[in-house]
C-alpha cells in the first residue's frame, strides 16, 4: 500500500514558478515510477511528466518540456515538479500517481496509486 499527499499548489502570475511536492509513505516507494497529471477545469485528466524509480530517466509532455522538471529524492520518499514560467493554461488540479509495473507510461489507467491532487492557478 502507498499513500501519496501533493503539497505546493497555489496562486501565482503568469511568468512565474512553482514547486510541487508529492510525498509518499511506504518503504517501497523507491522502487516505483512516479508520474505527474494535471485535470483542468471541466477537462479530462493529462499526463504531465514522469521519472523512473532511481531518477535516471525522465518524460515530459510536449506542453510543459523545458518549463518542467520532475525530481526524486527516495531518501525523503519525495518526488517533486518543479514548474517555471508557467502559464495561465497550466491552471488545473495537479496529481501525483505511482505505478508497479517496470517503465514510464503516459496513460493515467497504468498508475495504481493516486494522491488527492494541489490545485495550481495561474493568472494573467
Known amino acids: 500500500q502507498v499513500q501519496l499527499v501533493e503539497s505546493g499548489g497555489g496562486l501565482v502570475q503568469a511568468g512565474g514558478s512553482l514547486r510541487l511536492s508529492c510525498a509518499a509513505s511506504?518503504?517501497?516507494?523507491?522502487?516505483?515510477?512516479v508520474g505527474w497529471f494535471r485535470q483542468p477545469p471541466g477537462k479530462e485528466r493529462t499526463f504531465v511528466a514522469a521519472?523512473?524509480?532511481?531518477?535516471?530517466?525522465?518524460l515530459y509532455s510536449d506542453s510543459v518540456k523545458g518549463r518542467f522538471t520532475i525530481i526524486r529524492d527516495n531518501s525523503e520518499n519525495t518526488v517533486y515538479l518543479q514548474m517555471n514560467s508557467l502559464r495561465p493554461e497550466d491552471t488545473a488540479v495537479y496529481y501525483c500517481?505511482?505505478?508497479?509495473?517496470?517503465?514510464?507510461?503516459?496513460?493515467?489507467?497504468?498508475?495504481?496509486?493516486w494522491g488527492q491532487g494541489t490545485q495550481v492557478t495561474v493568472s494573467s
Open positions: 521519472i523512473s524509480w532511481n531518477g535516471g530517466r525522465t
Open positions: 500517481a505511482t505505478k508497479f509495473a517496470r517503465g514510464l507510461a503516459l496513460n493515467s489507467y497504468e498508475y495504481d496509486y
Open positions: 511506504g518503504r517501497t516507494f523507491s522502487t516505483y515510477a
